[in-house]
Each structure stands twice: as C-alpha cells, then as structure tokens.
C-alpha cells in the first residue's frame, strides 16, 4: 500500500515541474477510494451473503479480460504494420 503514496508525488513532480502539486496524487488516491468504498459499502449491507463481492470479481475479470484483449490487438497490429 506505500507504494503510491511515495511514488505518486515524484511522478507529479516529473510531470508538472513543481513540487507544489505534488500532494495532488495522494488526494485522487483519497478520493477514489472514498467514491468507491462508500457505494460499495452501502450495496453490501443491502445485499448480504457476497452478492457484491461475487458482482466485483465477476467486473474485475471482465475488465481485465478486456484490457488483456486490447494489449493482445494493440501487439498484433503492431506487427502488421
């Protein structure tokens, strides 16, 4: 879990040039996991009994599913090219 929060703001200062943005990273971290976390949170004492970690599994495999197809397109056209 430390990784973001140490590289996050060399990454932001490469970018930007200035150190004073560089807690720009960890606030997007922040909010993220707030705007994420609270739906989430709420949704599972609605539902009890995994339905919305069955429903989070199931939307991480499709989604990386999909970007694992995309990289896979992206490699082959890149060879044909």
Do not use: D, N, W
């Amino acid at each position: 879990m430390g990784v973001p929060y140490s590289i996050g703001p060399l990454v932001v200062v490469a970018l930007t040039g200035t150190a004073g943005l560089s807690g720009l990273a960890i606030s997007l971290l922040g909010i993220s996991r707030f705007m994420v976390a609270y739906p989430l949170g709420r949704r599972a004492v609605m539902f009890p009994g995994g339905v919305v970690a069955s429903v989070g599994a199931l939307l991480g495999c499709v989604c990386k599913s999909y970007l694992g197809s995309q990289r896979i397109v992206a490699a082959i056209t890149q060879r044909v090219r």
